[in-house]
């Protein structure tokens, strides 16, 4: 059975730092991993989504890794900002195009 | 853009009452799921569809059922409402050709006291 961790579970970072956000799955047999936002109280909101064939995806400030054999995904924020302030998850898309998600990165941009 | 919605963002049920969460997709998906979001526990997937009338049980069904008599409408129904059921509750679709994106709504907070 697929598991999908990512680490750290929460994070505080002061505006403008760079930073990376981690994803670990333990079936590389994936179609694809999607990287979402989630506000408090809100929806998910898709930010990238990298096939398995691919190694990045980048949109705007965000840049997403893959490295399917080791079963890792990074999302990199450049110069965070406060309204970066919201919960990560990544979900890896295994058979019949279900998602397996992770338990998320609470992240918190500090002026 | 594709665009999910869900037919309450609150809801407050007693236990006992059957209850439907509707969701509507305006993109032409075949595919629909719902979800459940748990403190602690993530998403859960309870139910999925592939197309108009099959439904295909996710990771945790039970005191669930799903209907989809059209392609762009899923709806969950808990047939009685139990405490346990209180969560929030999120609809996706995607389409059935690769890469296989999943798009949310808005979600359904649903307290069953």
């Known amino acids: 059975k697929q598991e999908v961790t990512q680490i750290p579970a929460a994070l505080s970072v002061p505006e403008g730092e760079n930073l990376v956000l981690n994803c670990s799955f333990t079936?590389?047999?994936?179609?694809?991993l999607q990287w979402f936002r989630q506000d408090p109280g809100k929806g998910l909101t898709s930010l990238l989504l990298?096939?398995?064939?691919?190694r990045e995806q980048t949109s705007g400030r965000l840049n997403a890794s893959l490295d399917k054999s080791s079963g890792r995904s990074t999302l990199y924020i450049a110069a965070s900002q406060p309204g970066d302030s919201a919960t990560y998850l990544c979900?890896?898309?295994?058979?019949?195009?279900?998602?397996?998600f992770g338990t998320g990165t609470r992240l918190q941009v500090t002026l | 853009d594709v665009k999910v919605t869900q037919s309450s963002r609150y809801l407050v049920k007693r236990t006992g009452e059957k209850v439907f969460l509707e969701c509507v997709q305006d993109?032409?998906?075949?595919?629909m799921f719902w979800y459940r979001q748990d403190p602690g526990l993530g998403l859960r997937l309870i139910y999925f569809?592939?197309?108009?009338?099959?439904?295909e049980k996710g990771d945790i069904p039970e005191g669930y059922s799903v209907s989809r008599e059209k392609k762009e409408r899923f709806s969950l129904i808990l047939e009685s409402a139990s405490t346990n059921q209180t969560s929030m509750y999120l609809c996706?679709?995607?389409?059935?050709?690769?890469?296989?994106?999943?798009?949310f709504g808005p979600g359904t907070r649903l307290t069953v006291t």
């Open positions: 996706a679709s995607s389409s059935s050709g690769g890469p296989y994106e999943q798009y």
């Open positions: 079936d590389s047999a994936i179609y694809n």
């Open positions: 990298i096939q398995s064939s691919q």
């Open positions: 979900a890896v898309v295994g058979t019949a195009s279900k998602l397996t």
């Open positions: 993109m032409d998906h075949e595919n």
């Open positions: 569809s592939y197309d108009v009338k099959m439904k």
